[in-house]
């Protein structure tokens, strides 16, 4: 990343506080909710909240951009290409996903999860075949 590209991307952030209980979640795909609280998540740059039920995996699918994202709380797997025992990760955890990476993302305790992502670009979901 260029300088000039590092400095267009700190005058886009701007002072902003988005306090917990005025997040905006809404139902991307039953029962999968997001709060984007800053930027667009369609067309990115974007930072967004995601929650999931306990017990809860998405089916194996793809992104056309890629994303990072922190676990807040729960315990998540994020299984890559069919992989059978990923590590679980628990509030602090980082993990990232490449652009195309078939993947799954799962919340695996009793108790619901919450995690940040962000990216760069927009966020999309395809369901592998």
């Known amino acids: 990343m260029s300088l000039a590209s ?3 991307a ?3 952030v701007e002072n902003k506080i988005v306090p917990e209980d005025q997040r905006a979640f809404f139902t991307v795909s039953d029962p999968i909710q997001f709060a984007v609280v800053t930027g667009d998540l369609q067309k990115g740059p974007q930072g967004t909240f995601g929650r999931f039920p ?3 995996i998405t089916p194996m699918h793809t992104h056309s951009h890629a994303y990072e ?3 807040i ?3 998540m797997t994020n299984p890559f290409d069919g992989e059978e025992n990923p590590p679980v990760m628990g509030p602090g955890s980082f993990w990232s996903v490449a652009a195309g990476a078939e993947h799954a993302t799962a919340c695996v305790s009793e108790e619901p999860c919450e995690f940040f992502m962000f990216a760069s670009d927009g966020f ?3 369901v592998a075949e």
């Open 10 to 12: 700190e005058s886009a």
């Open 6 to 8: 590092i400095a267009q």
């Open 54 to 56: 306990g017990d809860f």
């Open 69 to 71: 994202a922190i676990v």
């Open 73 to 75: 709380s729960g315990r």
């Open 124 to 126: 999309d979901f395809e």
